[in-house]
C-alpha cells in the first residue's frame, strides 16, 4: 500500500525557518515525482512545490519562490520542504502528494496524498 | 481569489443527482485536462477524477468528470450521505509560475 507520512510541522515566529519532512512507502519512491500542496485553516488548496524524480525539474508557487526550498534524498525515500523567512500567510496543513510519472506534466494529478502536518506562523 | 471557479456551496437531496461546475481559461482547462479531488471531513484530499473523466479504481461509477472549451463538470448521481465533502478542481496552467491551480473548492450538502 502506497503511504505517505508528513511530519516536521509546529508553531513558529514570523522569519523563523522549518523543515517539512514527507517519509513515502509503498512504491519505488525515485520513479515518480513528488509535490507539497498546502491548505490554510478554512481555505482551500494550493500547490506550493514539485519536484522531479531526479531532482532535476523543480517549480515553486510565486507565493512561496525564494523562501522554500524542496529536495528529496530518494536513498532514503523522503521529500522535503525547507521554508525560510516564514510568514503568517504561510499558516496552513502542507500535504505530500505523489505524481503518476517522474516528472510532472499537465496531463498529471496527485496520487495519493498524505495526511499532512500542521505549520503555524505565529509571534 | 482562485484561478479556477467553483461555486462555493451545492446541495442535493439523497438519490438526487448533483453537478459542479469549474471554470477556467484557454491557458488551464482550455488546454490541459481537469482532475478533480474529493476531501472528506478532517481528512486528506482524494483522487476523484483525472483526465477530464477517468476514474481510479474504487471510485464508484456514480461519479463521472466532463469538460468543454474552457469549463469543466463533477457530476455526482444516486447521491448517498457520505459524498458530503468538499470537491476541488485543478489544472495545469500554461501561463503561472507555479504551474498546478486549483478551485476554490465546492462544500456539497446531502439534505
Known amino acids: 500500500e502506497v503511504q505517505l507520512v508528513e511530519s516536521g510541522g509546529g508553531l513558529v515566529q514570523p522569519g523563523r525557518s522549518l523543515r517539512l519532512s514527507c517519509a513515502a512507502s509503498g512504491f519505488t519512491f525515485d520513479d515518480y515525482a513528488m509535490h507539497w500542496v498546502r491548505q490554510a485553516p478554512g481555505k482551500g488548496l494550493e500547490w506550493v512545490s514539485g519536484i522531479s524524480w531526479n531532482s532535476g525539474s523543480i517549480g515553486y508557487a510565486d507565493s512561496v519562490k525564494g523562501r522554500f526550498t524542496i529536495s528529496r534524498d530518494n536513498a532514503k525515500n523522503s521529500l522535503y520542504l525547507q521554508m525560510n523567512s516564514l510568514r503568517a500567510e504561510d499558516t496552513a496543513l502542507y500535504y505530500c502528494?505523489?505524481?503518476?510519472?517522474?516528472?510532472?506534466?499537465?496531463?498529471?494529478?496527485?496520487?495519493?496524498w498524505g495526511q499532512g502536518t500542521l505549520v503555524t506562523v505565529s509571534s | 481569489q482562485s484561478v479556477l471557479t467553483q461555486p462555493p456551496s451545492a446541495s442535493g437531496t439523497p438519490g438526487q443527482r448533483v453537478t459542479i461546475s469549474c471554470s477556467g481559461s484557454?491557458?488551464?482547462?482550455?488546454?490541459?485536462?481537469v482532475n478533480w479531488y474529493q476531501q472528506l471531513p478532517g481528512t486528506a484530499p482524494k483522487l476523484l477524477i483525472y483526465s477530464n473523466n477517468q476514474r481510479p479504481s474504487g471510485v464508484p461509477d456514480r461519479f463521472s468528470g466532463s469538460k468543454s472549451g474552457t469549463s469543466a463538470s463533477l457530476a455526482i448521481s444516486g447521491l448517498q450521505s457520505e459524498d458530503e465533502a468538499d470537491y476541488y478542481c485543478a489544472a495545469w496552467d500554461d501561463s503561472l509560475n507555479g504551474p498546478w491551480v486549483f478551485g476554490g473548492g465546492t462544500k456539497l450538502t446531502v439534505l
Open positions: 484557454s491557458s488551464n482547462i482550455g488546454s490541459n485536462t
Open positions: 502528494a505523489k505524481d503518476p510519472r517522474a516528472v510532472t506534466h499537465p496531463l498529471n494529478w496527485f496520487d495519493p
